[in-house]
Nanobody, 117 residues
Framework: QVQLVESGGGLVQPGGSLRLSCAAS????????ISWFRQAPGKEREGVSC????????YYADSVKGRFTISRDNAKNTVYLQMNSLKPEDTAIYSC??????????WGQGTQVTVSS
């Protein structure tokens, strides 16, 4: 069964950090670019970051540039999103998906990130 499973979300105070994981099962992540998206209540889904499959090219939305870092460990079939200096406006459900463009074949179920004091 092909799956992407996110983990690592939770409640954190402003200025804190979280590391999200996107683990693949049923297929090898090596050949896929991976994107992170987020969706806050009442807002459209936003592309947060993306990492290419082979040469490590990374993309970040302006809203997270300098605070978030995307990385991958192909040996663990996992992509990570390190989130530092978190702000209340980062509160959202974060999901990962294959692909960095328009087409995303596989999606995870999402993990909740809440930034609040």
């Amino acid at each position: 069964q092909v799956q992407l499973v996110e983990s690592g979300g939770g409640l954190v105070q402003p200025g804190g950090s979280l590391r999200l994981s996107c683990a693949a099962s049923g297929f090898t992540l090596d050949y896929y670019a991976i994107s992170w998206f987020r969706q806050a209540p009442g807002k459209e889904r936003e592309g947060v970051s993306c990492i290419s499959s082979s040469n490590g090219i990374r993309y970040y939305a302006d809203s997270v540039k300098g605070r978030f870092t995307i990385s991958r460990d192909n040996a663990k079939n996992t992509v990570y999103l390190q989130m530092n200096s978190l702000k209340p406006e980062d509160t959202a459900i974060y999901s990962c998906a294959t692909g960095c463009g328009i087409v995303h074949d596989y999606w995870g179920q999402g993990t909740q990130v809440t930034v609040s004091s």
